[in-house]
């Protein structure tokens, strides 16, 4: 094998260490070519490159993760990862960890730990990369990596619900709820949702957003069942679509641009998260953005009163 074609094998794998441990598309791709140079420029060939571009970019990923905090404690509202609709990267024998890892609800869990924690975490319990290779990936001994990774569980285990629903249940639930959106059905969506539900948009300061996070069955399904037939006069439709391994959408707008995504974390039969992302800085990758401004305007214009 090229060079190139050993690193365009591994590219999926690459991307996905990368997101898990950035919860940023753009910044995974980012690392991920940065992977490629350092791979291009080195003048030996690694006896295991699936190894050492695993090692590259954890490092790669790190560097930018410790920056990109700084910016995130300055950021405007809630910060939410950016939407993948797909993950590239497959593993039958890790798949239950896989789709785990990348929810949204997996992710901001891992922004709880340290740089350093969540990439041992990342390696060896979603990745099952040996203990050996792990410490040569962050500069860390096998001991000390052992260390991380109990401290990285013990917070991931804490903020993990008690019950999981399985994929059946979750898409079934999820057709009901989008039913009930298209139809503003208060009562029908009032009883797919738990009843310490909330609802959190992360628009980042340059989309309208909610400003501060929708807690209840009642108040959820009031702003669900309001919101979207207003948009629906303005011609924004949605598509149900998995986001991040979640039951979700995409909403867009006449001309068929990303408006924004929806993400649904379904536990024990009933809905208790809604995220949406609609800071356009987060949404190029899934395809040309809405002005999420111009069509809050033509809806408060549409909702206007006549005289």
Not at 150 to 175: D, K, W, Y
């Amino acid at each position: 094998m090229s060079k190139v074609e050993e690193f365009e094998e591994l590219r999926p794998l690459l991307f996905s260490i990368a997101y898990r441990i950035l919860g940023s598309v753009g910044e995974a791709e980012d690392a991920v070519q940065e992977t490629w140079l350092r791979f291009d420029g080195s003048p030996a060939r690694p006896r295991s490159a699936r190894a050492f571009l695993a090692a590259t970019v954890t490092r790669v990923s790190i560097d930018v993760l410790r920056s990109a905090r700084v910016r995130r404690e300055e950021y405007v509202g809630p910060w939410l990862p950016e939407p993948l609709l797909g993950d590239p990267y497959e593993d039958p024998a890790r798949s239950a960890e896989l789709a785990d890892s990348v929810s949204m609800a997996a992710l901001l869990l891992l922004e709880r730990l340290s740089p350093l924690e969540r990439a041992v975490f990342v390696l060896r319990e979603v990745f099952g990369f040996g203990f050996d290779e792990v410490a040569s990936a962050v500069g860390r001994s096998e001991a000390a990596c052992r260390q991380l990774l109990v401290r990285a569980r013990r917070h991931m285990e804490a903020g993990r619900p008690r019950f999981e629903a399985v994929r059946e249940e979750r898409e079934e639930l999820a057709s009901r709820f989008f039913d009930a959106l298209r139809e503003g059905d208060v009562a029908g969506l009032r009883d797919l949702l738990a009843a310490d539900v909330s609802m959190v948009g992360d628009g980042g300061g340059k989309a309208p957003q909610l400003a501060r996070a929708v807690v209840g069955a009642e108040n959820v399904a009031r702003l669900l069942a309001s919101v979207f037939p207003r948009l629906a006069r303005v011609d924004v439709t949605f598509e149900p679509h998995e986001v991040n391994g979640e039951p979700g959408a995409i909403f867009r707008d006449r001309d068929g641009r990303v408006l924004h995504t929806l993400a649904l974390d379904v536990l024990d039969g009933r809905i208790q998260t809604i995220r949406s992302v609609i800071n356009p800085d987060k949404l190029g990758h899934v395809g040309p953005v809405a002005d999420a401004w111009a069509i809050d305007r033509e809806v408060r214009r549409a909702h206007r009163p006549t005289r």
